[in-house]
């Protein structure tokens, strides 16, 4: 066989291999995302779970959510990830009944809880930082600064100098700002835990918690779905392979027969054979004549 036949064979092969990898990949479970580079960041590893029957499944089942300590804000933090908080909430500030089973975030202040945000199962990547946000939680109590006093003064000042406008007031009110919670998530393998959760800070007028985690499921990796091959890719592969073995078994032959060749140059042509045996005749051609010649 020529080297052209083997190569078309790699390349049939190949493209074999290639048709089966360009299937659709499924749509990737929740809390879950991949990046430009191909690498997936499956959260659901760090996601607490109530326990099944009050018994644990594994050692490192956890019966509490992921806690944070405030430190110097005054309160701390309990939250989860892409799930809801498997304490059981009660009246939580400004959020209706039936959403307080959402919450994924929340601290607790004279005697009163407050939420920082709604579950969401839709980590994003800004960059090469891996953030999972929540919104929609406790209303934003009005800010205390010197600058947002002066402004509601100035708007006050303002709203008695057009006491007199005889235009109607604009109506509707103006929308509700709610609590919400941004973690960033950083790649540790070398912890010993599932994860570790430490708050950064709050916003000035207390609307915004930015939250750190370190875990090995933020490291990212390969899906399921992106490893597996399916009937095609594996014939390809097989035919890969058993065309490399021939063509390695032909090479090894050739060594032996040619040892002064390399490479390609080992494999037999047919176009080198026939010019080798018009050679040879003609050589023994020449020396049948010589030998006639001495004889007479």
């Given at each position: 066989?020529?080297?052209?036949?083997?190569?078309?064979?790699?390349?049939?092969?190949?493209?074999?291999?290639?048709?089966?990898?360009?299937?659709?990949?499924?749509?990737?479970?929740?809390?879950?995302?991949?990046?430009?580079?191909?690498?997936?960041?499956?959260?659901?590893?760090?996601?607490?779970?109530?326990?099944?029957?009050?018994?644990?499944?594994?050692?490192?089942?956890?019966?509490?959510?992921?806690?944070?300590?405030?430190?110097?804000?005054?309160?701390?933090?309990?939250?989860?990830?892409?799930?809801?908080?498997?304490?059981?909430?009660?009246?939580?500030?400004?959020?209706?009944?039936?959403?307080?089973?959402?919450?994924?975030?929340?601290?607790?202040?004279?005697?009163?809880?407050?939420?920082?945000?709604?579950?969401?199962?839709?980590?994003?990547?800004?960059?090469r930082k891996l953030?999972?946000?929540?919104?929609?939680?406790?209303?934003?109590?009005?800010?205390?600064?010197?600058?947002?006093?002066?402004?509601?003064?100035?708007?006050?000042?303002?709203?008695?100098?057009?006491?007199?406008?005889?235009?109607?007031?604009?109506?509707?009110?103006?929308?509700?700002?709610?609590?919400?919670?941004?973690?960033?998530?950083?790649?540790?393998?070398?912890i010993t835990v599932?994860?570790?959760?430490?708050?950064?800070?709050?916003?000035?007028?207390?609307?915004?918690?930015?939250?750190?985690?370190?875990?090995?499921?933020?490291?990212?990796?390969?899906?399921?779905?992106?490893?597996?091959?399916?009937?095609?890719?594996?014939?390809?592969?097989?035919?890969?392979?058993?065309?490399?073995?021939?063509?390695?078994?032909?090479?090894?032959?050739?060594?032996?027969?040619?040892?002064?060749?390399?490479?390609?140059?080992?494999?037999?042509?047919?176009?080198?054979?026939?010019?080798?045996?018009?050679?040879?005749?003609?050589?023994?051609?020449?020396?049948?004549?010589?030998?006639?010649?001495?004889?007479?």
């Amino acid at each position: 066989m020529r080297v052209l036949d083997y190569t078309l064979l790699l390349a049939l092969c190949c493209s074999g291999a290639q048709a089966a990898d360009s299937k659709p990949l499924k749509p990737l479970k929740p809390c879950t995302i991949t990046s430009k580079s191909g690498l997936t960041f499956d959260l659901n590893a760090i996601a607490v779970h109530p326990l099944h029957d009050g018994k644990k499944t594994h050692k490192t089942d956890r019966e509490e959510s992921w806690h944070a300590s405030g430190y110097d804000y005054g309160s701390n933090f309990t939250l989860n990830f892409c799930v809801p908080v498997i304490e059981e909430l009660e009246k939580v500030v400004g959020v209706d009944e039936n959403l307080w089973r959402n919450v994924s975030a929340f601290y607790t202040k004279g005697g009163k809880t407050y939420s920082i945000g709604q579950t969401s199962t839709a980590p994003v990547l800004r960059g090469r930082k891996l953030v999972l946000n929540y919104t929609g939680g406790s209303p934003c109590e009005p800010s205390t600064t010197k600058r947002s006093i002066d402004l509601l003064a100035a708007a006050k000042n303002k709203d008695n100098d057009e006491d007199d406008d005889p235009r109607p007031p604009k109506s509707g009110s103006k929308p509700v700002r709610r609590k919400s919670t941004i973690i960033s998530l950083l790649c540790d393998r070398e912890i010993t835990v599932k994860a570790t959760v430490a708050f950064v800070g709050a916003s000035e007028d207390e609307c915004t918690y930015f939250f750190e985690s370190r875990s090995s499921a933020a490291c990212g990796g390969v899906s399921e779905e992106q490893q597996a091959v399916g009937p095609a890719g594996v014939f390809g592969i097989i035919a890969l392979i058993a065309a490399a073995d021939m063509l390695i078994i032909l090479t090894s032959s050739c060594t032996r027969l040619l040892p002064a060749r390399k490479g390609y140059n080992q494999l037999p042509t047919h176009t080198a054979r026939g010019r080798g045996a018009t050679r040879a005749e003609d050589e023994n051609r020449l020396i049948d004549q010589l030998d006639e010649e001495w004889d007479d």
